[in-house]
């Protein structure tokens, strides 16, 4: 594998990282969850590092890397309605919103392709709803490991 590859396989390793996270979620292991969760973090944080300081930005890379995020992002929110830990109406107006966006963003894609461009650039708005949709994940995560800690999940 040539090292260009590493962006986009840390992208790949975020993708595989969210059947143990929803199965962790899932069991009720919140502690293993919010690691593994930083874990695909990690990997989006380098992914996006490595890129850019390397220059080995792809059009692969601008499409797998937000893929990636959306997959973490919504199997997680699907886990923790699941696990009963986030109701049901914000769970749909995350799901919805998503839905607009990523068909909004597919007819944009496919115009782009026709025009044979290079890469897709996420918005900065884009940018901070994934990182207020992941503070969202952590916050709900460590709600659980504060109220196990403290006995509080019992009473």
């Known amino acids: 594998m040539s090292y ?7 992208s790949i390793i975020r ?17 293993l969850t919010l ?6 973090g990690i ?10 300081q390397f220059s080995f930005q792809s059009r692969l890379g601008s499409i797998l890397d937000p893929m990636a995020d959306k997959i973490l992002l919504t199997c997680s929110f699907i886990a923790l309605y699941w696990a009963g830990i ?22 944009y894609f496919l ?25 969202l994940v952590l916050f709900l995560l460590l709600i659980q490991i504060y109220t196990e800690l403290n006995g509080l999940r019992d009473m």
């Open 4 to 10: 260009s590859m590493l962006p986009n396989a840390l």
């Open 15 to 31: 993708i595989i990282l969210t059947v143990p996270i929803v199965i962790a979620l899932l069991k009720e292991q919140y502690l």
């Open 35 to 40: 690691l593994l969760f930083l874990l695909a």
């Open 43 to 52: 990997t989006d944080a380098l992914d996006g590092w490595i890129a850019k």
């Open 86 to 107: 986030m109701p049901l109406w914000l769970l749909m107006i995350i799901f919805v919103r998503d839905v607009i966006i990523v068909a909004g963003a597919l007819g």
């Open 111 to 135: 115009g782009e392709i026709s025009r044979n461009s290079d890469m897709l650039e996420p918005s900065l708005i884009s940018k901070f709803n994934t990182v207020l949709q992941i503070a």
